[in-house]
């Protein structure tokens, strides 16, 4: 048995950190990994624990992430549980190995650390990792600081390996903003945090060989549709409830609330701006400062990505005039992911909204107070005037003539 | 088989066998309680153009054409051959190659070959050139 590691009721961490103390607390068994900037932390610091005997499980070094993946994969086939850590082209690496986890229908979990993807290289943060993963069947959370990257790991286990659901999860946090900028975390000890999760239960494992199975089978145009199906049909049915459910909990235990759409101020707002990550605590700032001066300002953060809360985020924009996008990846010849999503939500929400599209921060670049109170100041001007006035998609904070586009 | 996407199992996944399964290595293949979804249980003899015939009159029992056989389409029992799985053989005639006797005990013909044909008419002992 791993020793317990003794946590003050808060500890100063940082989004890293807080990760990997989620990992160790969870007792997982297999970890595979490969360090890629920014989120090389998170395994360093498990790799320090189980060297000092805080962690029963298996540390696998690898040659690559894509090795890494496909090491936790055949790890979670076997009946473990079983974690990793990725960022930016590491991501990448791993993103043919993603749709084998999520077809396969093996709880793995992936802190994500938002990256920026090269060309031009840049190790800071942006989510363009995340929108290259949307689509491979995983589930998505995203941290907005330390506290919710240490709390959003416990959640994706819980719901990951629920037997129902079995569906590989993502924990996402902004590079460097989060993963590298410590805080107040408010922890858990070992006992408390292990019990939320539970003891791992295998489903179909390889290694109860009493009852061999063949995993990821050759299915071509017979089966394969049937299994995207049932694999979709989860996402978009079973999996909200699951996490409805492991908010409420969690929330029981600790205190903390998440929700699945985090709203702030939208309740007789006019103008909102949608957005994930770090950003979404500036704009609640940039927000309360103009509810000051009386502005209708009001805040919706994503945060689960993926399954797309489709019928909550229309709830939470009923009455919302004007909305701004704002999307942290760059789009390369369309909208931004999110703008597209919510653009889908909003037209069969039934209510006409202005939408528009904020391309921001790429490659760690800041997204300031001024930024989001001249977007806020558009939105507003579209509000009252009931459609656009200004072009639909905005690069903001970019050196140079404006960009805009349509 | 299963009818729609809801009646799968989670995951892109199949079952051996039907049920809990004891000591497989020592159960024949006949005696194995193999699922609808295991291999063994579907033909793939029409991949096959060519296919081994075995002669049983020069066969010596040495196993070679078991041992290297890819699909397990060799038939033996108690160390003695018996035939040709044909359900499972891709007709890859490693056998063939691998078969030590003079003349060779299995020997591939076309698919439509007949059996007892083959063996009436199989060739004699090669003398070995000095």
Redesign the interface.
């Given at each position: 048995m791993a020793d317990k590691m003794e946590l003050r009721d808060v500890e100063v961490w940082d989004g890293n950190m807080a990760a990997s103390q989620a990992l160790r607390q969870v007792q997982i068994d297999v970890v595979a990994a490969y360090p890629i900037t920014p989120s090389t932390p998170i395994v360093e610091n498990y790799g320090n624990y189980l060297a000092n005997g805080y962690i029963d499980g298996e540390f696998v070094m690898v040659e690559s992430e894509h090795a890494a993946m496909s090491g936790c994969i055949g790890a979670a086939a076997a009946g473990g549980r079983v974690a990793t850590a990725t960022s930016s082209q590491g991501f990448a690496l791993m993103v043919e190995t993603l749709y084998q986890a999520s077809g396969m229908r093996l709880p793995i979990i992936l802190n994500v650390v938002n990256r920026a993807l090269a060309a031009p290289l840049n190790v800071n943060g942006d989510h363009s990792d995340m929108y290259l993963g949307r689509d491979s069947g995983w589930i998505q959370f995203d941290a907005y600081n330390p506290q919710h990257a240490y709390d959003l790991n416990f959640i994706a286990f819980r719901v990951a390996e629920d037997h129902e659901i079995r569906l590989p999860a993502m924990v996402h946090q902004d590079g460097f903003l989060t993963s590298h900028t410590a805080q107040g975390v408010k922890t858990m000890d070992d006992d408390t945090a292990y019990n939320f999760v539970g003891e791992f239960k295998p489903m179909n494992d390889m290694l109860d060989l009493d009852h061999p199975v063949t995993h990821g089978v050759q299915t071509e145009e017979d089966w394969h549709f049937e299994h995207k199906a049932r694999q979709h049909n989860d996402l978009m049915t079973k999996v909200f409830p699951k996490i409805e459910a492991a908010f409420d909990a969690f929330e029981k235990m600790t205190g903390r609330r998440y929700n699945i759409v985090e709203t702030y101020k939208t309740e007789d707002a006019d103008a909102v701006v949608v957005c994930m990550g770090t950003s979404v605590e500036t704009a609640y700032e940039v927000a309360d400062e103009l509810r000051a001066d009386g502005k209708k300002v009001g805040v919706i953060g994503i945060r689960v990505v993926r399954p797309w809360p489709h019928a909550q985020i229309a709830e939470a924009l009923k009455g919302i005039k004007a909305i701004g996008a704002l999307d942290r990846s760059s789009p390369n010849g369309t909208f931004g992911m999110l703008y597209n999503e919510l653009a889908g939500t909003v037209v069969n929400s039934g209510e006409v909204k202005v939408l528009t599209n904020y391309v921001y921060g790429l490659g760690g670049r800041d997204l300031t107070k001024v930024h989001l109170r001249e977007i806020y100041a558009e939105l507003l001007a579209n509000a009252e005037a009931g459609k656009p006035t200004t072009p639909l998609q905005q690069l903001i904070g970019v050196r140079g003539p404006k960009i805009s586009f349509h | 088989m299963?009818n729609?996407?809801?009646d799968?199992?989670?995951?892109?996944?199949?079952?051996?066998?039907d049920?809990?399964?004891?000591d497989?290595a020592t159960t024949l293949q006949e005696d194995r309680p193999y699922s609808k979804s295991n291999s063994f249980t579907a033909s793939v003899a029409d991949w096959r153009i060519e296919k081994p015939i075995f002669n049983k009159d020069y066969c010596i029992d040495c196993q070679f054409c078991w041992i290297y056989c890819p699909d397990i389409s060799i038939i033996s029992r108690d160390k003695k051959m018996v035939g040709v799985d044909y359900d499972h053989c891709k007709g890859c005639g490693i056998c063939v190659e691998v078969c030590p006797t003079n003349p060779k005990s299995l020997l591939m013909f076309a698919e439509q070959e007949d059996e007892d044909k083959a063996l009436a008419g199989w060739p004699e002992k090669e003398k070995k050139e000095n």
């Open positions: - | 299963n729609g996407w809801n799968f199992e989670i995951g892109a996944m199949l079952r051996s066998f049920g809990a399964v004891n497989v």
